[in-house]
């Protein structure tokens, strides 16, 4: 079992900064990636941006070049830096965990934090 908490979410102007954080507890080294996510009103929950326990990232391509993903040494706690925020990246942004199980995965979500970017 896997807990993660969220924080950094909140409001900032169109071309400001956030920096997100996810605290991992619990089977922590039970998980092979990790990622943010996120869900706008009206939309599907979209992939942001995601990190394997090799270091290899991913990153929708809406948000190249100005998000950066990483991780603490431990491997307990996951960033997400965002620079030159946009209306549209407003959204509730998840923080996700992936474990493997069978010959699928598991997978743990955070509770969510907030993301509003005013224009």
């Known amino acids: 079992q896997v807990q993660l908490v969220e924080s950094g979410g909140g409001l900032v102007q169109a071309g400001g900064s956030l920096r997100l954080s996810c605290a991992a507890s619990?089977?922590?080294?039970?998980?092979?990636?990790m990622g943010w996510y996120r869900q706008a009103p009206g939309k599907q929950r979209e992939l942001v941006a995601a990190i394997t326990s090799g270091g290899s990232t991913n990153y929708a391509d809406s948000v190249k070049g100005r998000s950066t993903i990483s991780r603490n040494n431990a491997r307990d706690t996951v960033y997400l830096q965002m620079n030159s925020l946009k209306p549209e990246d407003t959204a509730v942004y998840y923080c996700?965990?992936?474990?493997?199980?069978?010959?699928?995965?598991?997978?743990?979500w955070g509770q969510g934090t907030q993301v509003t970017v005013s224009s």
């Open positions: 996700n965990a992936r474990i493997p199980s069978s010959a699928s995965y598991s997978y743990y």
């Open positions: 619990g089977s922590i080294f039970s998980i092979n990636a």
